[in-house]
C-alpha cells in the first residue's frame, strides 16, 4: 500500500468526518483507543453544563430533571450496539463489579450447579472477580481451563460460562453463538464480557440468546477514564436473578426508607449505590456521536485499516498474533517481539501510541471513528523504520513505566 493509495481510502470513506469530531493532539497517532478511548469534543461541553449548571445550579432538584434516570438512558444507548433491547442494558459501577454481581447471580440461581468455567489468560481481573465470587458462595469453584478444553470443561455441574468475546491480548472472537449453545447444551448460562467488542464489533447478544453481559465505557465508547461500565441481562432472567450487592439504588422503592430489601423490576435492581452522575453524563455524550452509525460501515474500516497496519509489522518482521480473518477478531491488531516494550517505547517517542501487554505483546487498536487510512499507513512505517534501523534499542526505552 502506498500513502496515495491510503489518501484515496480517506476520500471514500464514510466515516472519515467522525475523526474531527475529537480532540486531536498535533502530531499523535492513537493507537489505544482500545484502551481509553479519544475525548469527543461535544463532551467537553456537555460535562461543562452538567458541572455548571445541573449541579451547580440546579443542585438536588437534577435528580429529578434526569438524573435519577440516567443509569436507564445511557444503558438504552448502548443496547442497539450489542443486539439487546432498551430495557435490557444499564449503566452502573465498573466492569469488574458488574461481573461480581452476575457470578454470583448465576450461581444462585441453581444450587445443583457450582462451577464457573472460564478461559486460562481471560483478562486478569474477570478470573479474579470470578475467584472472589465462588468464594462468597458456599460449595462453589472456579474452574479455568485453556481455550481448547472449554467444551470439555461443561457439565452438568455448570452454572455458568464466562468468557471474554474479544481477546484483550490477541482480539481473537469467540463465536458467540456457538459459545453460548455449548453452555446452554450443558444446561448453564453464558456470561460475555464485551469491553473489547462494544463499539468495536457487530455484537448480536440477543441473536445469540446470550443469557447476560458486561462491558466497558471507557474504551471503544469513548466515555472517558473510569467511565460507567453496563450490564445486559436477557429478558427471561430478569425476574429470576438477583443482585448480591442489593443496596437501596436497586430496591424497588428506594425513597420509601423501607428496612427490608425487596429488588425493583427490570434492570434497575443491578443498581446498588447512588450513580456516579458526572461519569455517565460524559458517557451519554460519547455514545450519543454513535447515534445512527452504520455498524457494517464501522468493521468494513476496521478491517481496512487492520489490512494496512498488518502489512506494515509483517514487512517490520513482528509475528502477528491476530487472526486474519475478520469474523474471528476484534477491532485491534497485535504482534510478537522479543523487544516488544522497547519497540512500543520508540513509538510512542515519535507520537505513535500503542501499549506493550506482557511478555511481548504489541498492541495496536484501531479504532475506525477516530483513525485515517492515512494515519496507519504513516504510523505502519514509523514501525518499520524503528525495527529496521534498531533504534529500538536506545537505552531509554528499556525504562519500564507503572502502565504500561
Ligand atoms: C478493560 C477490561 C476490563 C476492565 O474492568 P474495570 O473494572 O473497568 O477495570 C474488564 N474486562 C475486560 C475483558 C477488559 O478488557
Redesign the pocket.
Known sequence: MTLEAALALDAADPLAHFRDRFVQSEGLIYLDGNSLGQLPKATIAATTELVTKAWGERLIRSWNEGWIDAPARVGAMIAPLIGAEADEVIAAD????NLYKLIVAALRRDPARTVVVSEAGN?P??LHIAEGAVAAVAGAELRVVERGALAEALGADTALLLL?HVH?KRAERFDMAGWTKAAHDAGALVCW?L??SAGAVKVELNAAGADLAVG?GY?YLNGGPGAP?FLYVAKRWQDALHNPLSGWMGHAEPFGFADAYAAAAGMKRWLTGTPSVLGLGALESGLALWDGIDTAQVAAKSAALWNIFHAAGTAAGLECVTPSDPAKRGSHISFRHAHAYEIVQALIARGVIGDFRDPDILRFGLTPLTLSHADIWRAGEMLVEIVESGEYRRPEFAVRNAVT
Open positions: 465498573s466492569t469488574s463489579v483478562f481481573t474477570d471474554t484483550y464480557d469491553s473489547h466497558c474504551k461500565a
